[in-house]
């Protein structure tokens, strides 16, 4: 008897062990492979004022699903904070204390084993049951630019006003409008998000509207195109075979926008009249009001660069995206530039890196012209 109850004892405990060990193994083990494949949906509702951002998220995850929210901004800026998910697979967290600028928002699911059990299982493993465009390295992921501060959100909701109205009434006054709302803005994140929205906007624009760049011929023709289609051209005008084109300057916030956005607005005209064989150039000339020592307000050439029709044709369509990200290949690139010196001077110096300072003097593409 005293023998059976030791055989008994010991199956027992053999259970136990065989029952505690079950328990102990990787969390994605258990995961029912048959689960149904979802398509995972993000939304976001996030809001700024000019003080904080309300991260705001909605998704068809199950609760208690747990995230990650991550918002990185200028000089170095970094703050993480956890969060799950309601019943309804929505989540929302407060930055506080934030100074004016875009910051970027990060949302990333844990990975698979550390989630609950029953959210593990409607993952699969690694996330494997999980599919759509926010499927990134076995985790949900999103990202959007938020910008905080009155001034900025004041800027880009008109912006938006305008890109809704072109949306609405697609004509070549209205899309002219809204682009040089969008390249006005302070941030390149937003520039190229609506830029984009832009692009396809402009593929709408009824045929008859758009002008036959190719064809322009007069001082009159080119300036009434180009006015047309940017709202921020003051005028044009045609020496011999020289197209020169002032830009309003004053329509940039700062240095470092005339420096930065200059650029992708002058790249825009130029691919526009590459194939215009009327010309063997541009010179474009940015004006901006500038203040003497007197105290006295004038408009000025601040920025200036030059184009031949040989360095026109060789630029790609993707050289607009490099110029937006970094401005010097613009430079670079160019025949010719000139930059007013208390421009440069106030010049970021990573925005700047190593472009020379060349004086006016030096670059006789611009002897007629003056600061």
Same mark, same amino acid.
């Given at each position: 008897m005293n023998n059976q109850t030791g055989v008994y004892k010991k199956w027992s405990f053999k259970i136990l062990v065989f029952v505690l060990l079950a328990t102990i193994i990787l969390p994605g083990q258990f995961v029912d492979a048959k689960s149904e494949p979802l398509e995972v949906t993000v939304k976001s509702t996030t809001q700024a004022t000019d003080n904080y951002i309300l991260v705001k998220i909605n998704t068809n995850l199950p609760k208690k699903t747990k995230f990650t929210i991550t918002l990185t901004g200028k000089n170095n800026f970094e703050k993480k904070k956890n969060i799950k998910a309601d019943k309804n697979g929505n989540f929302e967290k407060k930055f &506080?204390?934030?100074?004016d600028g875009?910051? =970027? +928002?990060?949302i990333s699911s844990l990975k698979t084993s550390k989630q609950k059990r &029953? +959210?593990? &299982? /409607? *993952?699969?493993?690694?996330?494997?049951n999980l599919t759509g465009e926010f499927i990134k390295d076995k985790k949900v992921s999103f990202s959007e630019y938020i910008v905080v501060g009155e001034d900025y959100q004041k800027q880009e909701k008109e912006a938006q006003e305008l890109i809704k109205n072109v949306k609405d009434n697609p004509t070549q006054k209205n899309f002219s409008a809204a682009y040089s709302a969008v390249i006005g803005l302070p941030f390149v994140p937003q520039v190229e998000k609506y830029k984009l929205q832009l692009n396809e906007i402009e593929k709408s624009l009824p045929a008859e509207k758009k002008a036959d760049y190719n064809s322009l011929k007069t001082k009159d023709e080119f300036t009434k195109a180009l006015k047309e289609y940017n709202s921020n051209i003051k005028g044009a005008q045609l020496v011999q075979k020289m197209l020169r084109v002032n830009i309003d300057a004053d329509s940039y916030w700062d240095e470092n926008q /005339?420096?930065?956005? *200059?650029?992708?607005?002058?790249?825009? /005209?130029?691919?526009?009249?590459?194939?215009n064989k009327n010309i063997d150039g541009i010179i474009f000339v940015g004006q901006a009001h500038m203040t003497d020592d007197n105290g006295d307000e004038n408009l000025r050439n601040v920025i200036m660069s030059y184009f031949t029709s040989p360095t026109m044709e060789n630029l790609g369509d993707s050289f607009? =995206?490099? /110029?937006?990200?970094?401005p010097q290949t613009y430079y670079n690139k160019a025949d010719g530039y000139q930059i007013h010196p208390s421009i440069y001077s106030k010049l970021d110096s990573g925005e700047r890196g190593n472009l020379p300072f060349i004086k006016l003097s030096d670059n006789n593409t611009f002897d007629d012209l003056s600061w």
């Open positions: &506080k204390k934030l100074k875009i910051y =970027e +928002v990060n &029953k +959210v593990r &299982k /409607i *993952f699969g493993d690694d996330a494997s /005339i420096f930065k956005y *200059f650029p992708d607005d002058t790249f825009t /005209i130029m691919d526009r009249l590459k194939n607009s =995206e490099l /110029i937006l990200s970094d």
